[in-house]
């Protein structure tokens, strides 16, 4: 954990070019470390204008100092164990102790000043993107600015010229540096308090990646077999949930570093997109969405009112991206008997067991799997098995939260004749007609 306490202090100014030396040294803000997995308390602003924070999902705000008018930040670019659930730890590169790293929360106007350490074993930078910066602060390697060697400190210092959501990330290796989780977000808030406010706001980025089962290492070179869809480097269960207050006006924030799109879709409402990486949507070219496209390396926002109280679904829409670990090339056994194929593999591979005649459904299977590999579906809910992984949560509307309360609310409790329910069907099914048309049926 990190305290934000002595984390104020004062720093000389420094260029965008490698720090050393004592007296710089000396001057490079405390760099904040998190070992926590779950959504950490709002980090409110001790300084300059109101906002309403952001909640990182699985993740944190990084703490900052003033040294005069400067906001400074540090980075430290590092290998971290990141843990996607419960039963499953894989070996990534991030920031300041996880992948993705902590969010980065500015006013529209501030002046930040941003150290970024390099303890990877090769060199780095951090491309600001979407943001609109001088070009020697932009973080390509090679062509802006000199590649962060390893062991070295570099500063990068601009002005947040406008409010909105964008990403940061290596443009260094990065092939390598964002297949092995190096990546996060920034968040602007107007200047103006009075500027689409939102009761909540919700962040994360999307990334997957290609871990063997039984393996604790991303497949870097991979492109597209992906088996692993992750919400800020975690999956389903391992996913924070979104506590909401019943009527809130609520913002999620969501950023794609993957290597495909992901058609976002939330149960019980609708609402609109309200921003992108490139700026705020006049209200007048928003329309109502209950699924919203997010391409890659895009981010897009949106607002909605929580005005229906219960446990949403919130997803993304394409259905093997709701799993994990899932292996591609599993024969479709559907309609076909495993009697005879069961005895046969039997006899080959006594601890073998047949699946998928009747569908994959594995609510009740308990199958036998490599260390450090997660079940393709699972989580469990008041009702039974979820059979969910990957790009899945659930938001959760209660009329009770306080303000600031985002703890798990847990199951919601339906008002009594709310939930769908089994009927006896009839002991003799009705005779169907066979080409006869329907009665009042205009053919």
């Known amino acids: 954990m990190f305290s934000r306490r002595g984390f104020l202090g004062t720093a000389a100014l420094a260029s965008a070019s490698a720090i050393s030396g004592r007296v710089q040294a000396a001057s490079i803000p405390e760099a904040p470390h998190m070992d926590k997995v779950v959504m950490q308390p709002p980090l409110h602003p001790i300084s300059g204008p109101d906002y309403r924070p952001v909640m990182t999902l699985n993740g944190w705000s990084l703490p900052f100092r003033m040294n005069g008018d400067w906001k400074e930040f540090h980075l430290v670019a590092e290998p971290v164990v990141r843990e996607f659930a419960e039963g499953m730890k894989v070996n990534l590169w991030g920031y300041n102790g996880q992948s993705p790293g902590p969010t980065i929360e500015a006013v529209e106007g501030d002046k930040v000043r941003i150290f970024v350490t390099n303890r990877l074993p090769e060199y780095t930078t951090v491309h600001w993107h979407g943001m609109i910066i001088p070009s020697g602060m932009d973080g390509v390697g090679g062509l802006t600015q000199p590649h962060i060697q390893p062991g070295k400190t570099f500063v990068y210092e601009f002005e947040m010229k406008k409010s909105g959501t964008f990403m940061y990330h290596p443009h260094s290796d990065e092939m390598v540096q964002m297949a092995m989780g190096m990546m996060g977000m920034v968040v602007v808030h107007p200047r103006d308090q009075s500027f689409r406010p939102v009761d909540r706001d919700f962040v994360f980025v999307m990334s997957t990646y290609r871990v063997d089962p039984g393996t604790y290492l991303p497949q870097v070179n991979e492109m597209t077999d992906f088996n692993m869809w992750t919400w800020n480097s975690r999956v389903f269960p391992g996913i924070d949930p979104l506590p909401v207050r019943l009527g809130d006006k609520v913002r999620v924030r969501i950023g794609n570093l993957s290597?495909?799109?992901?058609?976002?879709?939330?149960?019980?409402?609708?609402?609109?997109?309200?921003?992108?990486?490139?700026?705020?949507?006049?209200?007048?070219?928003?329309?109502?969405?209950?699924?919203?496209?997010?391409?890659?390396?895009?981010?897009?926002?949106?607002?909605?009112?929580?005005?229906?109280?219960?446990?949403?679904?919130?997803?993304?829409?394409?259905?093997?991206?709701?799993m994990n670990a899932m292996g591609h090339e599993v024969r479709n056994l559907i309609g076909v008997s495993r009697k005879d194929l069961a005895r046969a593999v039997g006899k080959l591979a006594p601890d073998s067991m047949a699946m998928g005649s009747t569908g994959m459904a594995m609510g009740n299977m308990e199958m036998p799997a490599p260390d450090n590999t997660l079940p393709m579906m699972t989580g469990t809910g008041q009702f039974g098995p979820i059979e969910m992984g990957g790009m899945f949560t659930v938001m959760k509307i209660r009329e009770d939260l306080a303000r600031d309360d985002y703890r798990d609310p847990g199951p919601y409790q339906f008002p009594q004749g709310t939930v769908a329910y089994e009927v006896t069907p009839p002991s003799a099914e009705p005779a169907r007609q066979q080409g006869a048309p329907m009665k009042n049926m205009k053919m």
């Not at 997109?273 to 391409?295: H, K, L, R």
Request: with cysteine.
């Open 259 to 322: 290597m495909t799109n992901h058609p976002i879709h939330l149960h019980g409402h609708s609402f609109a997109v309200t921003c992108t990486d490139g700026g705020w949507i006049p209200e007048s070219a928003q329309y109502p969405e209950t699924t919203t496209d997010v391409p890659v390396g895009a981010v897009r926002v949106f607002d909605v009112l929580a005005d229906n109280p219960g446990d949403w679904a919130f997803h993304c829409h394409k259905s093997h991206h709701t």
